[in-house]
């Protein structure tokens, strides 16, 4: 199983004075919390994805985390990323080992997913799907809206999910719907798009993705309230 980590982002939203995945979270980054939680879902190659003139950073975390050999823990290789998340994420999944057969998507930014969210998503490809990713019930109602601002349609709750990362696909699917050079914000939507299907698993509140500078403080109170630590259930 391989896994490529996007954490190339600006963190705009979040306004501070470097990317986002560098930003500290409780005396750790973004990233380190994320490259944490992957090691401990037991995976054998992760590409970690930067921003160019970050990428000596992020080995230094790769190596605080799985240490300087790593040979207990998986592969790690630090990669620049591009303009867009898409971009990112074909740049790690070349940079993957043709040993690879079955890849995780996963953003840095939910740097607190729990190990159970890469277990379902692991399982669910272990059980022959194409692509699994998690999912969460929404608690709002949710519109559909014209330019002009009228309404359009009311989904049904109960056929709706917010979803989150990691995504997961077998690797030559992933590959052919990046091919396809379509964007999208999330990568079920291209796999979704040529046809093939893929199984929503349950995900976890504390997934959320940090994006905002609120999503910092709630992500600080999830972290001392002791709800995660590396390799949380
Ligand atoms: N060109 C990009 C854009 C995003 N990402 C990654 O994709 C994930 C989800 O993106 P988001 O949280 O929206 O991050 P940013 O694009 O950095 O945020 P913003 O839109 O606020 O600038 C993040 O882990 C981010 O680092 C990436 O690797 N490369
Ligand atoms: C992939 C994702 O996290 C799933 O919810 C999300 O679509 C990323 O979107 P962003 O606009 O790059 O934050």
Redesign the pocket.
């Known amino acids: 199983m391989g896994v490529v980590v ?9 306004g501070a004075d470097r ?3 560098f930003v500290e979270l409780a005396g750790a980054t973004l990233l380190e919390h994320a490259l944490r939680g992957v090691v401990a879902a037991g995976v054998d190659e992760v590409a970690v ?2 921003p160019a003139d970050w990428v000596t950073q992020a080995e230094m975390v790769a190596v605080a985390v799985v240490g300087p050999a790593g040979p207990a823990g998986p592969a790690m290789t630090v990669v620049p ?5 898409t ?3 074909a740049a790690g999944l070349s940079s993957l080992s043709e040993q690879v057969h079955h890849v995780l998507v996963h ?4 740097c607190l997913t729990p190990v159970v969210v890469f277990e379902r998503v692991i399982a669910a490809l272990a059980r022959g799907a194409r692509g699994a990713i998690p999912g969460v019930p929404v608690v709002d109602t949710i519109k559909t809206v014209a330019p002009d601002g009228l309404i359009t349609g009311t989904p049904s709750r109960d056929s709706l999910r917010a979803v989150q990362t990691p995504q997961g696909f077998r690797r030559d699917v992933l590959e052919q719907a990046h091919a396809a050079g379509v964007p999208a914000t999330d990568d079920a939507a291209l796999v979704e798009a040529l046809g093939h299907p893929v199984l929503v698993v349950d995900g976890d509140p504390r997934s959320l ?3 905002t500078p609120a999503d910092l403080v709630h992500a600080e109170r999830l972290l001392a309230a002791g709800s995660r630590a590396p390799g949380h259930r």
């Not at 990323?81 to 998340?85: I, L, T, V």
């Not at 953003?107 to 939910?110: E, K, M, V, Y």
């Open positions: 996007v954490a190339a982002g600006s963190g705009s939203r979040l990317p986002k995945a994805v930067v990323g591009g303009a867009e998340r971009d990112s994420v953003d840095a930014a939910r993705k940090i994006t």
